[in-house]
């Protein structure tokens, strides 16, 4: 694991290299080990076909390194040059109505060209040599937030192509496709795979299936366009480290395939959020959660790679952050599992899209606020990151988090406003109230660590999936599976030989014989004496079959429903939630878990401060985090001893750091 905890994100070829001592001057008083640099470079750095231009960049590294300052470099392929589209104007993407994206943006380019892999390629051979034995280049990022900017995909005759040999792959022979798609539904029974379109514009809706196949061919593409790239770094650069940076719950590609291949997992992080209008910034727990699920893609403590430094904007700016925010952000970050926080960007650009995207230093290039926030937070973390180094949180909960999942409720939501990712966030702000720590895992992945496990939404059901949350259950397990389980097979079809939710019926103890799409209505629900509890989106109109009710509905016409049910299997007990639970049901469901499943808070503290841990192999380390804009009192549990001389309540938008030897 390398020794490195702060840096930046550096665009050198912005300013005049007479400039570039003081960055590094400055970056070595702040206390930055690293930068990331180049990502969108390609023009400086291979103007024209062939001629590579490495000087420029070389000269910067070697003064960073003077000043103790490594490098990571970025492949520069979100960038293609003019040089190229003017030569090969079909290297551009074409959208899903037909039209071509014009040269100008970034990530314009079509994935599956191999003209564009080939100039790609040539660039990264000659790249990846040049660096490899600079001992102040420590590795590579591949591409830039891959996806991104993909807007409705790519649908030129070259993705059509290759979506069809993906299908090939797949099925095997057209007639197998035909079976398991159903395509006699409206005659669309194909001869050869060459017939298959891509889901362009059409008056009416594409096939399910169809969808479904596109979304996975789609990721599977970036995963390729990702791979040749590690494939050429590995071979010439077998000692440097490989990370991309990842979008937190940004869902066009399949980021545990993405992430698979790499050494470790990246992150960009921005709590203001982009260009949402208005703009509400994210939830301290939206927050955690795009952190957890970094940590889970590899089950591996991860780097920041853009961690928001300053007010964001293109065209429009967000919030300007308060002060203190920057530095609780950061700390939230290093808490969550992030071993290396580099921050976007080092100087403000007075050039190109991104001029009010702020970073560390203003349009002026002097130290200012910011600056002196992030110093001072550098030297209150840094002395204490290396004994955490590698550390996980050690939760003893999970959520299942699965891409197809997604993508099959983005193409049939149900209801308008039902959305994966918001659902599993309701699940997550419950627990994250309660300050219980949850991984988030693949289906993939080892179930016995965890004593409980919340896999909302499991609407894509295989005969495999059953068995292993039949047999986590029975060896004792807390499950919960939740409204539209089991729906469909992953060919994306309906499964018809049981009621719903199919074999898991027996472990849940129950059958489902209607439902009901709530478009206008919530429903109100009865736990106890708890209040405010509601049904939303959608109500399972369920048939106990040996399950016990603990919640049902109140109102309407299947009043006395049973919505929330806990059923005894093996040593374990699986629950199901008939709907999407409003936040007052989930926080009820989560303190029923928490208790039925013997998790422990991290500390019993109930006035919204946000306690994070991270396991050590002899110390827990605790964060205290306040998000808000009072101070908060604090008490310490037992055996807490302060990391730092700061202790005492946890100042505005501040917060405070612990240990405790086990
Ligand atoms: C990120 C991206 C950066 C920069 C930043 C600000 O998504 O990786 O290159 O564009 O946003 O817009």
Request: with cysteine.
């Amino acid at each position: 694991m390398l020794d490195i905890q702060f840096g930046a994100d550096y665009y050198p070829e912005h300013w005049p290299e007479d400039r570039w001592e003081t960055d590094a001057k400055l970056m070595r008083e702040m206390g930055l080990g690293v930068v990331r640099m180049a990502e969108f470079a390609w023009t400086r750095l291979e103007p024209r076909e062939g001629e590579f231009h490495f000087d420029w960049l070389r000269r910067a590294i070697n003064l960073l390194g003077k000043y103790g300052v490594k490098t990571v470099l970025g492949t520069p392929t979100p960038t293609p040059p003019a040089w190229i589209v003017e030569n090969h104007p079909d290297v551009l993407a074409v959208n899903s109505r037909g039209m071509r994206v014009s040269f100008g943006g970034r990530h314009h380019n079509c994935q599956s060209s191999r003209v564009y892999r080939s100039h790609a390629v040539r660039l990264l051979e000659a790249f990846t040599k040049e660096f490899r034995d600079n001992p102040h280049v420590i590795g590579w990022q591949t591409d830039n937030e891959l996806g991104n900017s993909h807007d409705d995909l790519c649908h030129c005759p070259s993705c059509r192509t290759a979506f069809q040999d993906w299908l090939r792959d797949r099925y095997g022979t057209v007639e197998e496709l035909n079976r398991r798609w159903g395509t006699v539904f409206w005659s669309q029974e194909y001869d050869s795979f060459r017939q298959v379109p891509t889901p362009a514009w059409n008056v009416t809706a594409h096939s399910p299936s169809l969808l479904l196949d596109w979304k996975r061919f789609h990721s599977d593409l970036v995963c390729g366009f990702q791979q040749f790239q590690i494939d050429i770094i590995r071979k010439n650069c077998p000692s440097h480290i490989i990370t991309h940076n990842f979008m937190g719950f940004f869902d066009l590609l399949d980021y545990y395939k993405l992430a698979e291949p790499l050494d470790f997992v990246s992150h960009d992080q921005y709590p203001t959020g982009f260009f949402d209008n208005p703009q509400p910034g994210k939830t301290p727990s939206a927050l955690a959660s795009s952190l957890d699920l970094m940590r889970g893609l590899k089950n591996k403590t991860f780097w920041i790679m853009e961690q928001q430094s300053g007010p964001t904007g293109w065209t429009i700016l967000g919030r300007t952050p308060e002060p203190g925010q920057l530095s609780l952000w950061t700390a939230q970050s290093v808490a969550r599992g992030a071993d290396c926080v580099v921050f976007f960007r080092w100087r403000t650009c007075a050039v190109g899209t991104e001029q009010y995207w702020h970073g560390i230093l203003p349009h002026s290039g002097r130290p200012g606020r910011r600056y002196g926030e992030l110093k001072e937070t550098i030297s209150r973390l840094k002395p204490v990151m290396g004994e955490f180094r590698g550390a996980l949180s050690g939760a003893e909960g999970a959520i299942l988090y699965d891409y197809e999942q997604n993508w099959s409720l983005e193409i049939q939501p149900h209801h308008p406003e039902l959305d994966y990712i918001k659902q599993v966030q309701v699940y997550y702000d419950a627990f994250h109230a309660r300050n219980v720590p949850l991984d988030f895992i693949s289906g993939d992945r080892d179930f016995s660590p965890y004593k409980l496990i919340i896999a909302p939404l499991i609407y894509l059901m295989t005969p495999e999936l059953e068995d292993k949350f039949a047999s986590y259950v029975k060896g004792g397990g807390r499950l919960v599976l939740t409204m539209r389980t089991g729906v469909k097979n992953n060919d994306n079809v309906c499964l018809t030989e049981r009621e719903l939710p199919g074999r898991s019926g027996d472990l849940l103890g129950l059958e489902i014989t209607d439902y009901d799409c709530l478009r206008d209505i919530n429903r109100a629900v009865s736990w106890a004496e708890a209040t405010g509890l509601s049904a939303e989106k959608w109500c399972d109109i369920i048939t106990l079959r040996g399950a016990e009710s603990l919640a049902e509905i109140s109102d309407g016409w299947y009043r006395g429903n049973p919505v929330v049910t806990v059923n005894g299997a093996g040593k374990g007990k699986a629950c199901y939630v008939g709907t999407e639970p409003n936040g007052a049901l989930a926080l009820k469901l989560a303190d029923y878990l928490i208790g039925e499943a013997g998790l422990e808070p991290l500390a019993r503290q109930a006035d919204g401060l946000e306690v994070i841990r991270r396991r050590g192999a002899e110390r827990d380390y605790y964060f205290v985090l306040n998000h808000g804009p009072e101070e908060k009192g604090f008490t310490p549990p037992a055996g807490w001893e302060p990391l730092s001389r700061e202790n005492g309540a946890v100042p505005p938008y501040g917060f405070r750091l612990f240990t405790l030897r086990r």
